[in-house]
């Protein structure tokens, strides 16, 4: 075998000290960079899961207001309906009186032509019934 060390030696003495006590520092050295890690990465997912918290807050808010929003569009549109049902009451009264107006408008003229009808009559009988006057030459 060779004097020099082996392989397997330098990787050993390079990451362990040759001397127990530094041994002991350095490995509780590694144990505060991992508690220190661990602190680190505990506080990201602290931050991470209050801001997904925020986050589901704010999701709920939003379908809220999206519920309230439906319920609101909902009521509109049955609100535009029964409005739209008024309309076409009131155009179907409107055309029933139209029609009644253009009966009475026929009735009346017709009444009307009979009452010139009678006003003539009258006019007639009245004047055949004048009394002949007097003072004519027999």
Same mark, same amino acid.
């Given at each position: 075998?060779?004097?020099?060390?082996?392989?397997? #030696?330098?990787?050993?003495?390079?990451?362990?000290?040759?001397?127990?006590?530094?041994? #002991?520092? =350095?490995?509780? @050295?590694?144990?505060?960079?991992?508690?220190? =890690?661990?602190?680190?990465?505990?506080?990201?997912?602290?931050?991470?899961? @209050?801001?997904? /918290?925020?986050?589901?807050?704010?999701? /709920? /808010?939003?379908?809220?207001?999206?519920?309230?929003?439906?319920?609101?569009?909902?009521?509109? #549109?049955?609100?535009?309906?029964?409005? @739209? $049902?008024?309309?076409?009451?009131?155009?179907?009264?409107? $055309?029933?009186? @139209?029609?009644?107006?253009?009966?009475?408008?026929? #009735?009346?003229?017709?009444? $009307?032509?009979?009452?010139?009808?009678? /006003?003539?009559?009258?006019?007639?009988?009245?004047?055949?019934?004048?009394?002949?006057?007097?003072?004519?030459?027999?």
């Amino acid at each position: 075998m060779s004097s020099s060390p082996s392989c397997w #030696e330098s990787i050993t003495s390079a990451v362990l000290p040759a001397n127990p006590t530094s041994r #002991e520092a =350095a490995l509780r @050295e590694q144990l505060l960079e991992r508690e220190d =890690a661990a602190a680190s990465q505990r506080a990201a997912v602290q931050r991470l899961t @209050e801001r997904a /918290d925020a986050l589901q807050r704010r999701i /709920d /808010d939003v379908a809220r207001e999206t519920a309230a929003a439906q319920a609101a569009a909902s009521g509109a #549109e049955r609100r535009q309906r029964e409005a @739209e $049902e008024q309309r076409r009451v009131a155009v179907r009264t409107y $055309e029933m009186h @139209e029609e009644k107006l253009r009966v009475l408008a026929k #009735e009346l003229k017709v009444k $009307e032509g009979r009452f010139r009808v009678l /006003d003539a009559i009258l006019t007639t009988v009245r004047s055949s019934n004048r009394p002949v006057s007097r003072n004519r030459a027999h």
